[in-house]
């Protein structure tokens, strides 16, 4: 019998950084019962998500107002929005609580996927339904792409730059960088 079932873990529901211990109980509750515990996740290109991010940046906000609250340490995500890095550590309760430097939270990071995450998939939507697919044994299916945006991004150069920038002081690059180098590779 190939039966499964899915818990999901998104926006304000857990803060893996301070959360680690749930997620353990969690395994060990499901792998006391005889059953195989998988957790996923999927990364994108640090500076093509955070400037698609843009596209839930409310009206009321400035596109400039926008990137100044990214480049805080360690205020509430007033926007709704944070990158990557941030948000998997911190969910969207706050952006880095402990004001802790970029590099303390690549290794955070990188220590929780290596102790929790089966499949870490970087880029493409497929990829990661293929990986998926293939460690669970699922047939092919459509995955319907639920968080997408179908209308232009205009930026200007200035703030292409500003956005790479960010995400460097802030640990997202280094981070992408040593996702694809240490966890995105075609073996399950």
């Known amino acids: ?29 499901v792998e006391s019962n005889g059953c195989h515990f998988v957790a996923s996740t999927l990364f994108r290109d640090a ?10 940046r409310w009206e009321n906000v400035s596109r400039e107002e926008y990137f100044d609250h ?12 944070e990158t990557q890095l941030d948000y998997f550590l911190y969910n969207k309760i706050t952006r880095n609580p402990r004001a802790v430097d970029a590099q303390v939270k690549v290794e955070r990071a990188l220590q929780l996927l290596a102790r929790h995450f089966e499949i870490v998939a970087m880029g493409g939507h497929d990829k990661f339904k293929q990986r998926i697919q293939q460690f669970t044994g ?10 997408s945006h179908r209308g232009n991004l205009n930026f200007t150069k200035k703030e292409v730059e500003n956005m790479q920038k960010l995400l460097e002081e802030n640990g997202d690059i280094d981070f992408i960088e ?9 073996m399950i």
């Not at 190939?2 to 509750?29: G, P, Q, Y």
């Not at 093509?48 to 596209?55: G, N, W």
């Not at 990214?70 to 929005?81: A, K």
């Not at 040593?178 to 075609?186: E, G, I």
């Open 138 to 147: 699922w047939e092919e299916k459509e995955m319907p792409r639920k968080n």
């Open 70 to 81: 990214l480049h805080t340490r360690d205020q509430s995500s007033l926007y709704g929005s």
């Open 1 to 29: 019998m190939n039966e499964w079932r899915i818990t999901h873990a998104h926006h304000n529901s857990f803060h893996l950084n301070e959360s680690e211990s749930i997620l353990s109980k969690w395994r060990s509750i």
């Open 47 to 56: 500076l093509s998500h955070s400037l698609a991010k843009d596209k839930g």
């Open 178 to 186: 040593k996702v694809k180098l240490l966890f995105d590779n075609p």
